[in-house]
């Protein structure tokens, strides 16, 4: 089954590091375009980057300089890397794929993928 799996979340004091991973598993045919997003308490979920397979990156504008998206292809993995952490970057961080594979069926799968999410609290 294709699935997505976040890990490195946690409590970090404000000016802090923490590097996120987001592992791909399953059938997989093709890993395209990855991305982090993230939901704050009482907020929508938004857009933090994404990757595409030729490494070719985007940020918001409230992560650019502090933030860095990267991929292992080899690996299937994605990670982010955040550091100088404020107390705003607190939110449930989720990682997304655009994935082309097979399911437990067999079956032919294609679409947008997401993890089940990972806590980044900062604290001030």
């Known amino acids: 089954q294709v699935q997505l799996v976040e890990s490195g979340g946690g409590l970090v004091q404000a000016g802090g590091s923490l590097r996120l991973s987001c592992a791909a598993s399953?059938?997989?045919?093709?890993?395209?375009?990855m991305g982090w997003y993230r939901q704050a308490p009482g907020k929508g979920r938004e857009l933090v980057a994404t990757?595409?397979?030729?490494?070719?990156?985007n940020y918001a504008n409230s992560v650019k300089g502090r933030f860095t998206i990267s991929r292992d292809n080899a690996k299937k993995t994605m990670y982010l890397t955040m550091n100088t952490l404020n107390p705003e970057d607190t939110a449930v961080y989720y990682c997304n794929a655009d994935i082309v594979g097979y399911n437990y069926n067999d079956e032919y799968v294609a679409g947008i993928y997401w993890g089940q999410g990972t806590q980044v609290t900062v604290s001030s």
């Open positions: 399953g059938r997989l045919i093709q890993l395209n375009t």
């Open positions: 990757i595409t397979r030729d490494d070719i990156s």
